[in-house]
Antibody, heavy 119, light 108 residues
Framework: QVQLQESGPGLVKPSETLSLTCAVS????????WSWIRQPPGKGLEWIGY???????NYNPSLRSRVAMSVDTSKNQFSLKLSSVIAADTAVYYC??????????????WGQGTLVAVS | SSELTQDPAVSVALGQTVRITCQGD??????ANWYQQKPGQAPVLVIY???NRPSGIPDRLSGSSSGNTASLTITGAQAEDEAAYYC???????????FGGGTKLTVL
């Protein structure tokens, strides 16, 4: 069974860079697209962006200027960096696997999420 | 603001049927996927594509779509169905994902 686990600091100072890693176990990182999705406390979900195992990326236009994602296939993990953070970036950050099945794309596996506070 | 619109809250009596809707222009091109989220937990996929359920999702949950509106129907709602439900699809360009604002379902 595929499992995803986010890790990183739970507290980041304003104007600094938020850095998170998602470790993938029970399956290979190859052949899939991997997304970061966040959820501010009490609010809805916001897609941040995705990265393919090749390193190709696509980001939410609202965050594109501050986001960078990378993948390390040797460690079976991928990472998120969000620069110049502000209080509004406080959220639970999820990593998720996107799968293409029967011509349909969807997120079939999610990490448990990690709360990052900007303060 | 979300490009997919959902009612913030819906309630249903135990055992009755409820429909949760999601509207957006991208739904004319792409199917919606539906995720269930209970407090303190990560979202879980419950419906993908036209009307497909992952393994383990009860058949009382079903999906449908017409024009720019996707719907999640729960037939015979149970207490364990109380949760927030989010629709999601590719945006109209197909380049990014969007989520609806979520619908909080209360089972009375």
């Amino acid at each position: 069974q595929v499992q995803l686990q986010e890790s990183g600091p739970g507290l980041v100072k304003p104007s600094e860079t938020l850095s998170l890693t998602c470790a993938v176990s029970g399956g290979f990182i190859s052949h899939y697209s991997w997304s970061w999705i966040r959820q501010p406390p009490g609010k809805g979900l916001e897609w941040i962006g995705y990265i393919y195992n090749t390193g190709s990326t696509n980001y939410n236009p609202s965050l594109r200027s501050r986001v960078a994602m990378s993948v390390d296939t040797s460690k079976n993990q991928f990472s998120l960096k969000l620069s110049s953070v502000i209080a509004a970036d406080t959220a639970v950050y999820y990593c998720a696997r996107e799968i293409l099945y029967g011509g349909i794309s969807f997120f079939d596996h999610w990490g448990q999420g990690t709360l990052v506070a900007v303060s | 603001s979300s490009e997919l619109t959902q009612d913030p809250a819906v309630s249903v009596a135990l055992g009755q049927t409820v429909r949760i809707t999601c509207q957006g222009d991208s739904l004319r091109t792409y199917y919606a996927n539906w995720y269930q989220q209970k407090p303190g937990q990560a979202p879980v996929l419950v419906i993908y594509g036209k009307n497909n359920r992952p393994s383990g999702i009860p058949d009382r949950l079903s999906g449908s779509s017409s024009g720019n509106t996707a719907s999640l129907t729960i037939t015979g709602a149970q207490a364990e169905d109380e949760a927030a439900y989010y629709c999601s699809s590719r945006d109209s360009s197909g380049n990014r994902w969007v989520f609806g604002g979520g619908t909080k379902l209360t089972v009375l």
